[in-house]
């Protein structure tokens, strides 16, 4: 029990008005950076005007890969990959949503290997070097900022993967919270759900937690559930926004985790709806999550959820713990269909049963999911039914 | 509000057994190693020889400096920078409590200078080199496994003084719970309250945190009430001992602060009790902190007591916030004085009233500490009477 190694070297700044330190930050790894994004959303909120003029101030030389798409792809991988190796690339600064750090991180990566990079996901070829990256988030969701993760989809092969490794870890990373003032309800409802699945997936795991770690997760949920709402009804609060924002951070960076084996449960589950269908991770977590939590629930579990139930959502600790287990789930769901108004079932959003079987082979690798509860293919079907 | 850098480096390995990677983590650093210790506790519990038997089984030269008392003298700095400096040392090893690893720390820094290490404290000269230092904390109470400050003393001058600098974060600590199974119950309360201070100092400020950090520091506190009590009755119960080593680090690593600019109140008028009187920190602490809540109550600043008191000691929420407040320092008190069984006044360890003005004084430097309410001479004595 509690056997880990915590080591997150990541530098954050925090706050406004911080982007005064990218030029400095940036001419510490050298004197070429390669600024990666998606779809422009950045040039609208004035974003890449402050980034490009940040950088021009400092002297430094200036290349450019636009148009990563949400799930990224593995081509935009290749192609930033590519653009490092031909530009002699020193250093990467993503701008923009989780996506765009986690194709950034792949391609810092792929910079440095001779091989395709999406043999980092099909083969699990050793990520061993990967070029510096700097991160200026514009969304509270993956947490990819202040972690060494990332998730690529490829639309040839129909998967969407996720991998890690301590190279990955951004530099400096440069949190701030008027980056989400514009994020549309919709995509800060999905954000929201995403940074509770990640304490989620830690919080329900069947190995003890550290009590303290349990108390952090608690925190943290109780923090979503509170500012989500406010984020919503008013994007340009910044107290909501910056507990959204350094929430997500510390959702999924290595610390809540205390040494749990935990596997991801919903996120593997997850990654092959968004893999197949192109929805939005964080909305395709929201409609499973409460279903996963209901499939797990029983004599053995049942602790878990009437801790969460009393300390994350206030119900009476002198209420029954089964009935306790049944009301958090619901007011879970509540807060995701009601509260932060995202779609409830698959048939919503045109998910539909004839894929359910190859979903959920895959979801498992044909194998066990080691999550709350131990989850195989018949497993996976039925939670999926339950979304119908 | 909430402007901040947060950077972190250290790595650490918590658990049992994980001391077969020590010889790997300071080889990266080089040959020659310099181990520092205290009194010689590490002997008795065999953590030594481990200590001893990985350094040489690594094929490192090791040079030894011990004696290393509580409350640290710049003289144990003097020494073992010279012997750094002598020794061509090129990482130290700090095995022991806080003491150890602040002295250590400064031992690091002193190395990489040609003027006196008292110069840090006294002259504030720049700190702007150190050697590398790895730890293996003993106790739980400072902290300074996984910061980036330390507290000297100077005995000729009475003096004690804390001071902190990214240089002194250490490179990697080891934490390892069993390591504090034989912490008698003086120190482990003593340990306990320093921990609870950190935490207290922190959140008792004007400045408005980021919420999800007072979830989290309400969190850490909690686990400090609930184990340290089972830490006293059971000494060799892991998970008690688990959860009060990994939250006195994460008490006072730059974590729960958040942007907030707050001054050590509590800590600048400990010192002065320690540095002339040379008692044990934590026990200092323990008497001043409730007087100073006390002191600090009033009707602007009831809303964090309030807080504090339901969300820390489960006090009813429907109670008028006064009553809450008071009734909250009467729990801290009781936690300190009568669960932990420290002593509860000065009188009884020996402080007297004679030197209360220029203690105070001192304290504060002459000037006014921007706490939770700003404190000056004339109010530190105030709460030096009532701690009588």
């Not at 008013?234 to 910056?242: F, G, H, I, M, V």
């Not at 995202?342 to 359910?356: A, N, P, R, V, W």
Request: net charge negative.
């Amino acid at each position: 029990m509690n056997h880990f190694i915590y080591h997150n070297p990541v530098k954050v700044y925090f706050g406004k008005d911080q982007l005064c330190h990218l030029g400095e930050e940036l001419s510490k790894y050298g004197k070429r950076v390669l600024l990666t994004y998606g779809g422009g959303s950045i040039k609208k909120i004035g974003l890449y005007d402050k980034v490009v003029n940040e950088i021009k101030k400092s002297g430094l030389e200036l290349y450019e890969l636009s148009g990563i798409q949400p799930n990224p792809r593995i081509d935009s991988v290749r192609k930033g990959a590519q653009i490092c190796k031909d530009m002699k690339i020193d250093v990467l600064l993503a701008v923009g949503g989780g996506s765009v750090l986690d194709a950034t991180k792949y391609m810092a990566a792929g910079a440095c290997v001779d091989f395709d990079p999406w043999d980092f996901f099909s083969k699990c070829a050793p990520i061993e070097k990967a070029l510096p990256v700097i991160t200026i988030p514009t969304l509270a969701a993956t947490g990819s900022e202040m972690n060494d993760g990332g998730v690529i989809s490829n639309p040839e092969t129909k998967e969407k993967i996720g991998r890690s490794s301590p190279r990955l870890f951004p530099k400096v990373s440069f949190l701030d919270p008027t980056n989400t003032f514009t994020v549309n309800s919709y995509h800060t409802a999905c954000g929201s759900v995403d940074i509770m699945s990640h304490i989620i997936e830690v919080y329900f795991t069947p190995e003890p937690d550290l009590y303290m770690l349990d108390t952090v997760m608690e925190g943290l949920m109780r923090t979503v559930i509170k500012y989500a709402p406010i984020a919503l009804k008013e994007p340009d609060n910044y107290e909501a926004r910056a507990n959204l924002m350094w929430t997500s951070s510390w959702a999924i960076n290595g610390f809540i985790d205390g040494g749990k084996q935990h596997e991801w449960s919903c996120h593997s589950m997850e990654h092959e709806l968004s893999a197949i269908y192109d929805i939005t991770h964080g909305l395709g977590l929201a409609i499973l999550t409460p279903r996963w939590l209901e499939y797990c629930l029983d004599e053995n579990t049942v602790g878990k959820y009437y801790q969460f139930g009393t300390n994350v959502f206030g119900i009476d600790p002198k209420i029954e713990p089964m009935t306790v287990a049944r009301k958090s789930i619901d007011m879970l769901s509540e807060f995701f269909f009601d509260t932060l108004g995202l779609e409830s079932t698959f048939s919503k959003i045109g998910i539909q049963e004839e894929d359910f079987s190859f979903m959920a082979k895959r979801a498992c690798g044909g194998k066990i999911i080691k999550g709350f509860k131990p989850l195989g293919q018949k497993d996976i079907e039925e939670i999926f039914k339950m979304c119908l």
